[in-house]
């Protein structure tokens, strides 16, 4: 499961509240369809006590992850081509290393963004079927919750929070 949305817009929140409650007291039954491209297929039983991974992209469990943070917080200047390659580098290296392995071993998999938010930032440097054709042969989520807050609330609550504003998250002048 994906959550997706600007910087601000609660994913994080949402995200554990959904992990709390799946691990908890999730419901005894949840079916997903079968599909080629998942890490298992067929029908999963999803019940309360099952162990849940929460995670974020972009990760900071590569150097292409933590290059992308760098990037991000405008300490360092890289042309959007070579973004768009390392958010493809680290997510790879994400599904290989954790979601996966955790899919496979019948854990919940909880994500705070993955190739969306990559596709809807990255559109705005890059061209989308370039985009589209970099992140095409990644596994894709059984559900996508995309949070639709006004980037002005956005932006206060980051503020509010003691974070500054990031690359993608400049409101235009």
């Not at 509240?17 to 890490?39: E, K, M, V, W």
């Not at 405008?74 to 959007?80: G, L, R, Y």
């Not at 997510?91 to 290989?96: A, G, S």
């Amino acid at each position: 499961m994906v959550f997706e949305g600007l910087d601000g817009s609660g994913l994080s929140t949402q995200a554990k509240l959904l992990g709390d409650y799946l691990q908890n007291r999730g419901p005894a039954h949840i079916a997903t369809p079968a599909r080629s491209d998942a890490a298992s297929s067929g029908e999963r039983s999803v019940a309360g006590g099952r162990e849940v991974i929460l995670t974020k992209e972009p990760t900071m469990d590569s150097e292409a992850g933590r290059q992308i943070r760098a990037i991000l917080d405008e300490k360092i200047k890289i042309e959007a081509a070579e973004i768009q390659r390392l958010f493809v580098q680290d997510r790879k290296e994400h599904l290989d290393n954790l979601i996966i392995p955790a899919l496979r071993a019948g854990k919940i998999v909880i994500s705070d963004r993955y190739f969306f938010s990559t596709l809807a930032f990255g559109a705005v440097s890059s061209n989308l079927e370039w985009l589209i054709g970099l992140n095409k042969d990644f596994l894709l989520p059984d559900m996508t919750f995309l949070l639709l807050v006004r980037p002005e609330i956005c932006v206060d609550r980051i503020i509010k929070r003691g974070e500054g504003v990031k690359l993608f998250e400049k409101l235009p002048t």
